[in-house]
Nanobody, 125 residues
Framework: QVQLVESGGGSVQAGGSLRLSCVVH????????IGWARQAPGKEREGVAS????????VYADSVKGRFTISQDKAKNTVYLQMNSLKPDDTAMYYC??????????????????WGQGTQVTVSS
């Protein structure tokens, strides 16, 4: 059974940093896409970053490009989202997700079928 467990959320002031972690359990396909998405109250879910398991290809949403970095530790089945220069607009519940994909389709907006429970990020001005 696939299980994704996020951690690392919290409250920070604008300009601060956080690193989110996502441990992926029970998913063995090497041709997988892993992504991070966020959802603020009253807003649609927004994919922010993705990474392709096989070759570390990364894609970012324009809203986070240059501030967020997605990475992975394959030995630990863990994907990270380093978030720097945080803004109040980054306040949201952050979720990680995984699914089978070809690298050319792996992007933050991919139609993932496996999701974690989320971790809250709050940025104050």
């Amino acid at each position: 059974q696939v299980q994704l467990v996020e951690s690392g959320g919290g409250s920070v002031q604008a300009g601060g940093s956080l690193r989110l972690s996502c441990v992926v359990h029970g998913y063995s396909f090497p041709n997988r896409c892993i992504g991070w998405a966020r959802q603020a109250p009253g807003k649609e879910r927004e994919g922010v970053a993705s990474i392709y398991f096989h070759d570390d290809t990364t894609v970012y949403a324009d809203s986070v490009k240059g501030r967020f970095t997605i990475s992975q530790d394959k030995a630990k089945n863990t994907v990270y989202l380093q978030m720097n220069s945080l803004k109040p607009d980054d306040t949201a519940m952050y979720y990680c997700a995984v699914d089978v994909s070809a690298v050319k389709f792996c992007r933050p907006s991919y139609d993932f079928h496996h999701w974690g429970q989320g971790t809250q990020v709050t940025v104050s001005s």
